[in-house]
């Protein structure tokens, strides 16, 4: 599966931002999919994602009721919806997914990130 970010940026505080991440490849094995951030020094952090069996969700306290994480199942793309921003937001935002069979058993892929920064 292969990754490709888009839609990072430079916003206020207080303005939103929707970034893209469009999935390729052995799509139908995927089994998760989200979107963590990290900032220099710093460990990367799960923000938010989905279950594709059944949509359910998960979101990282910071951002609950500011960040939504949605899926458009047709056409393989994950969304996250980020309202409220705020200067702490700022990060390398990466998607992520985890997909694989039986056969293949279970395996990561990560986008190449994209920036996103708020000023305040």
């Known amino acids: 599966v292969q990754l490709v970010e888009s839609g990072g940026g430079v916003v206020q505080a207080g303005e939103s931002l929707r970034l893209s991440c469009a999935a390729s490849?052995?799509?139908?094995?995927?089994?998760?999919m989200g979107w963590y951030r990290q900032t220099p020094g710093s460990q990367r952090e799960v923000v938010a994602s989905?279950?594709?069996?059944?949509?359910?969700?998960n979101d990282a306290e910071s951002v609950k009721d500011r960040f939504t994480i949605d899926m458009d199942y047709a056409r393989d793309i994950v969304f996250l919806q980020m309202n409220s921003l705020r200067s702490e937001d700022t990060a390398v935002y990466f998607c992520?997914?985890?997909?694989?069979?039986?056969?293949?058993?279970?395996?990561?892929?990560w986008g190449q990130g994209t920036q996103v920064t708020v000023s305040s």
């Open positions: 992520s997914a985890l997909w694989g069979t039986v056969e293949t058993g279970l395996k990561d892929s």
């Open positions: 490849g052995s799509t139908s094995s995927i089994k998760r």
């Open positions: 989905i279950m594709l069996h059944n949509g359910a969700e």
